[in-house]
């Protein structure tokens, strides 16, 4: 399967998606993208690949999880994950959001929001167009905030490179003052990407109460399914009443390669009390196994 990907007309830009407007305004570089025959038996998510030819001729392979080599082609993300395999995570998660907001009176043009595993930007665009009062993304590779500042250099305030799990000094007071209240963290969770630990982390920047607004794959939510323990940590968060759950929605965050759907959850939770030190402890040691 070849795609080549398409600029939107200005014309539809109010119903249009928010990537397909900023498609417009990113010099892309991608010729085709070709998804292998897989004759109905995809791989497993962190494995799917898929062929890029740029504009210049040059022709490899790429794995879609390795996020680096992605992010370094301008227009190669949204092409292969928005335009071809319909990703719709960062508008879903932020309309429930939006939705719970609504319920509570509250207002998006006062969330502080955190955006981690920020990417090239996709989701903090939507924050952004929602008009938040501010937003900083964190991602721990230096091609994500590059791609960013290339494609969508309005839309931070800041954005720090950094690792979670073992946080500088220097970049954990800097983020504190940011007095966050809103978490936000979008195809990110799973897989290894963001593990347990740096969620937690994340949580802890943010002033109490907070806004969390995530998504994860439905069976990562199952004891023990994914093997990064995420789901434990939830349970364990909630009914240590640190969060709330608010709202919780299955939908399609994606189809694969074949061409079937890959089903998420997107959550929207409160942050009710601070995290005790032996919570934080726990998760540390057990990120650490």
Request: hydrophobic share 35%; glycine share 6%.
């Amino acid at each position: 399967m070849d795609i080549h990907p398409r600029e939107s007309s200005r014309a539809e830009a109010e119903s249009t998606p928010r990537w397909r407007q900023r498609m417009e305004q990113i010099d892309s570089q991608v010729d085709v993208i070709r998804l292998p025959d897989v004759d109905g038996d995809a791989p497993d998510q962190d494995r799917e690949f898929c062929e890029l030819i740029t504009l210049d001729g040059e022709k490899k392979t790429v794995r879609f999880h390795d996020y680096d080599e992605v992010y370094k082609v301008p227009g190669f993300y949204e092409g292969l994950f928005y335009e071809l395999l319909q990703c719709s995570s960062p508008s879903r998660v932020a309309a429930l959001l939006d939705d719970v907001l609504e319920d509570f009176e509250d207002s998006s043009e006062e969330l502080r929001v955190l955006d981690v595993g920020a990417g090239n930007g996709i989701v903090g665009d939507e924050f952004l167009a929602r008009g938040v009062e501010r937003i900083v993304g964190v991602d721990i590779i230096p091609e994500a905030r590059q791609a960013a500042d290339r494609d969508r250099p309005d839309v931070y305030d800041d954005y720090v490179v950094t690792d979670l799990t073992n946080l500088p000094e220097r970049h954990e007071e800097s983020l504190r003052k940011q007095n966050f209240n809103c978490l936000a963290t979008v195809a990110a969770l799973g897989f290894g990407d963001i593990p347990p630990k740096a969620f937690l982390k994340a949580l802890d920047l943010l002033v109490t109460p907070s806004w969390l607004a995530f998504n994860i794959k439905e069976t990562f939510l199952e004891t023990g399914s994914d093997g990064t323990g995420f789901s434990d940590l939830v349970k364990h968060l909630n009914r240590d009443g640190v969060i709330q759950i608010q709202a919780y929605r299955r939908y399609c965050h994606r189809v694969n390669v074949a061409g079937e759907p890959l089903h998420y959850v997107a959550v929207v939770a409160r942050k009710l009390r601070d995290i005790p030190d032996e919570l934080m402890e726990f998760w540390s040691q057990r990120g650490e196994e």
